[in-house]
């Protein structure tokens, strides 16, 4: 057995079902996590649901050491997220130092798509296209909007838009990393973590250009959830911590993480430095999510957006249902 940072890691075991008290009987505990978090993923599909994400930041200490101005040290945004046959929707409802009313929710969600969000990020595994509303003219010509449209193949749920929060992870290393970590240990004994019976996996992944080692404990009785994960830097600091708050059962038995904090650390000194809390208001599954919502097409983006193409490099705006490129 050896020590890395404060991990304890033992060889990788052998299970396969869940015990009564959670434990993994006979198989690969692999397999079983990999498998249930898979599935808890899963929920993440034909689904829309309305996420609030309160953060705060040490302003003077961001200014201090990267010379960043943050606006406020408190902040609050909400989101809708929908997702359909892996096709995804953001849209920004709300961004502001006071917290959104709960009357708002209910109809945040009827205004999807109806044009009364800030922002939108659409995504349908081949392109992404982000918009949000601006003010101002630009050579004359009165500009409501801009966006930009590009190639990725990458979900929102896992980019860094802060949507991966909602079910408990930073996107660049989630517990799917860190299973296929070719340095993946796992302990042998199940813990018990804020009332939850977990087993901890942990290992090195490849985060910001640097290797960092990364535990997840995950609760097998919780859709292989996390309950909490630890990130330590090479040189054996934590620098980033997540804890789960409160789970919420769905009506097919799986679950979700209602609630999740994630807080950031200065490494070598311990100093938070961040920390975000992240929850998940409502959420609707089999919603009968209109297919307009997805849409690729321009022309259907507000007159005056001005659109910015990253593979083609090339800038149009929207013009009375076409597209006007620039010459």
């Keep these: 057995m050896r020590k890395i940072g404060c991990f304890w890691l033992v060889g990788v075991l052998c299970f396969g079902q869940l015990g009564a008290g959670g434990e993994v009987e006979s198989g690969d505990v692999k397999a079983v996590l990999s498998r249930g978090y898979k599935e808890a993923r899963a929920v993440f599909d034909d689904v829309r649901m309305v996420c609030l994400l309160k953060s705060w930041h040490d302003s003077a200490w961001w200014k201090a050491e990267l010379d960043v101005e943050m606006q406020s040290e408190v902040q609050y945004s909400a989101c809708i ?25 209910a109809g945040w969600l009827a205004a999807i798509g109806k044009g009364e969000s800030r922002a939108f990020t659409v995504a349908d595994g081949k392109r992404v296209l982000a918009w949000y509303s601006t003010k101002g003219s630009r050579d004359s010509t009165t500009q409501v909007g801009r966006a930009t449209v590009e190639d990725s193949a990458e979900r929102l749920l896992d980019s860094d838009r802060r949507v991966s929060k909602f079910v408990g992870y930073d996107s ?30 942990s290992g090195p992944v490849e985060y910001n250009k640097a290797t960092v080692f990364v535990a997840y404990w995950l609760c097998p009785e919780r859709s292989c959830l996390p309950v909490t994960m630890e990130m330590r830097s090479e040189g054996g600091d934590v620098v980033k911590k997540t804890e789960t708050r409160e789970f919420m059962r769905l009506e097919d038995g799986r679950w979700v993480i209602k609630e999740v ?28 999510i209109d297919e307009e919502l997805f849409s690729m097409d321009l022309t259907k983006l507000p007159t005056g957006t001005v659109v910015y193409d990253r593979t083609a490099k090339t800038e149009c705006t929207v013009r009375e249902g076409r597209l006007v490129y620039e010459r």
Aim: charged share 35%.
């Design 172 to 201: 660049w290393v989630t517990p799917e990393k860190v299973l296929a970590s070719g340095g993946l240990q796992i302990r042998e004994e199940m813990e018990v973590i804020n009332g939850y019976r977990c087993y901890c996996v």
């Design 81 to 105: 997220y929908a997702a359909k046959d892996e096709r995804e929707r953001i849209d920004g409802m709300h961004v502001g130092r006071e917290k959104p009313e709960a009357e708002d929710y």
């Design 261 to 288: 904090v994630q807080r950031d650390y200065e490494a070598g000194h311990g100093l938070e430095i961040a920390n975000w809390t992240a929850s998940i208001l409502r959420i609707e599954k089999g919603a009968g």
